[in-house]
DNA sequence: CCATTAATTTAGT
DNA sequence: ACTAAATTAATGG
C-alpha cells in the first residue's frame, strides 16, 4: 500500500475539527463544501497568501499557527495577529475586496483547507447562523486586535515585551512555559519595537528574575511582576 | 541514506 | 555595524 496522502480526502461532514461555523451546517451544505475545498499541507515558514494577490479562496486552519502581516508604508514589517488553529484565514478582506490585504506565513507546520470563496460567499448569504458565526468571529478579532494596538502605542518598550509574553502565555499556549514562535526579528515586528530593544528588554527581564528564556523558550517566573510592568507601561 | 562543509539566518552587543 | 552561534542547503560518498 502506497502512500497514505493519496487516500480519499475526508469529506468535511466527517471532519474533526469543524469550526464553530461549519458546526452549523446540515449534511448537504457540508458535503458541497467538500466539493469545493481541498485540503493542503505548508511547512513552517512557508507563506500560505501573499498581500496583493487576488483572493480566490479562504482558507481554514486545521492545524499549527499562522502569522498575519502587512509592509507598512516604510516598507517594514508588521505583524498583524496570531491565528491559532480552528479559524479562517483571510476573513478581513472577504467582503467586498478581491485582494488579499493581508499575507500569511506558517509559523509552525500546517494543515490547512481551502474553500472556494463562491461557495463560502453562498453559505454566508444562505445561512444566517453560518454567517452569524462567522461575524462574531471577525468582531472578536477586530476587538481583541484594536485593544492590542490601543494598549501597545500607549507604551513603551518594556509595556509592550511584557504585554507580548503574556499574550503568548495566556491566548496561544495557555502555559507559563511555552517555545517562542517566532525570531527576535518577528517578535520585533510583532509588537513594534525594534529588533535590538526586544533582546534588551528580554535580558533584562531575565537578570531580574522574571522570565527564564534559553533561545525561543520562554518560561515565566514573575507573572504578577509582568503584569505590572504591561499596566505601567 | 548519512556525514561534512558551505551558506544563510539569527542573536546579542 | 559586527561577531558568534545556529540553522539550513549543498555536496560527496
Known amino acids: 500500500m502506497p502512500n497514505p496522502s493519496a487516500s480519499p480526502t475526508l469529506r468535511c461532514r466527517d471532519c474533526p475539527v469543524k469550526s464553530c461555523a461549519a458546526a452549523i451546517l446540515n449534511a448537504e451544505e457540508l458535503d458541497g ?3 469545493n475545498s481541498r485540503e493542503a499541507e505548508f511547512s513552517k515558514g512557508e507563506i500560505l497568501v501573499h ?5 480566490s479562496s479562504i482558507i481554514y486552519l486545521k492545524s499549527g499557527l499562522v502569522k498575519e502581516f502587512t509592509k507598512g508604508s516604510n516598507s517594514k514589517e508588521q505583524i498583524i495577529q496570531i491565528i491559532k488553529k480552528h479559524s479562517y484565514l483571510g476573513l478581513p478582506s472577504l ?3 478581491r485582494i488579499n490585504r493581508y499575507s500569511y506565513a506558517a509559523l509552525t507546520d500546517c494543515n490547512v483547507c481551502y474553500i472556494d470563496i463562491a461557495k463560502f460567499n453562498g453559505l454566508v448569504k444562505q445561512n444566517g447562523e ?3 458565526e462567522i461575524l462574531v468571529s471577525v468582531s472578536k478579532d477586530n476587538l481583541h486586535n484594536f485593544q492590542r494596538f490601543v494598549n501597545q502605542s500607549q507604551k513603551k518598550n518594556y509595556g509592550r515585551v511584557a504585554d507580548a509574553i503574556l499574550y503568548f502565555s495566556r491566548n496561544i499556549f495557555e502555559s507559563s512555559v511555552f517555545d517562542l514562535p517566532f525570531t527576535r526579528r518577528e517578535f520585533a515586528d510583532f509588537v513594534g519595537v525594534s529588533r535590538e530593544s526586544v533582546t534588551r528588554v528580554l535580558t533584562g527581564f531575565r537578570q531580574e528574575g522574571i522570565l527564564g528564556i534559553a533561545g525561543r523558550k520562554i518560561f515565566i517566573q514573575k507573572e504578577e511582576v ?3 510592568i504591561s499596566r505601567n507601561g
Open 130 to 132: 453560518f454567517a452569524y
Open 51 to 55: 498581500e496583493g494577490s487576488f483572493n
Open 226 to 228: 509582568l503584569e505590572r
Open 33 to 35: 463544501l467538500s466539493e
Open 95 to 97: 467582503f467586498g475586496d
